[in-house]
C-alpha cells in the first residue's frame, strides 16, 4: 500500500466510498494537526507493510460531509474498508493499534 504523505482536500462523496471494490485505508486529519503530525512515523511504516490497497488521506473539520458520514470526532481517525465495508477503526493510533488494525491484511498473505 503506498503511503500518501499529506491529507488532501476532500472529493470524495460516500456512495464512492461505499462502491469502491478492493482494500482502502481512509485517514482523516490535518497537516497542522500536531496528533496527526506526531502519529505519521507509526502510519507510513504500518502502511508500508501491506501489499495491496489504497490509502487516502481526507483533509477533515467541520461540514465536512465524509467525515461526519463516518462519525469522526477525533484525528488522526485511520477507517479500514474492504469493498466499501468497515472493517475496522483506530483513533489516534499507536503502533501497537496501527498493527492490530491491519492485521487481517497480512493474515491474508500467508
Not at 3 to 11: I, K
Not at 55 to 71: I, N, Y
Not at 85 to 109: C, T
Request: glycine share 10%; hydrophobic share 35%.
Amino acid at each position: 500500500m503506498h503511503y500518501q504523505s499529506t491529507y488532501a482536500p476532500e472529493t470524495l462523496e460516500r456512495g464512492q466510498v461505499d462502491t469502491h471494490e478492493g482494500i482502502r485505508l481512509l485517514e482523516f486529519g490535518t497537516n497542522w494537526c500536531g496528533y496527526c503530525i506526531a502519529a505519521q512515523p507509526e502510519i507510513e511504516a504500518c502502511v508500508g507493510l501491506i501489499e495491496d490497497g489504497e490509502h487516502l488521506k481526507v483533509e477533515d473539520g467541520p461540514g465536512r460531509p465524509l467525515g461526519r458520514s463516518f462519525r469522526v470526532r477525533l484525528w488522526p481517525t485511520l477507517i479500514l474498508l474492504e469493498n466499501g465495508e468497515e472493517i475496522g477503526r483506530v483513533v489516534r493510533p499507536d503502533r501497537a493499534a496501527l498493527q492490530a488494525l491491519l492485521a487481517p491484511l497480512a493474515a491474508g498473505r500467508q
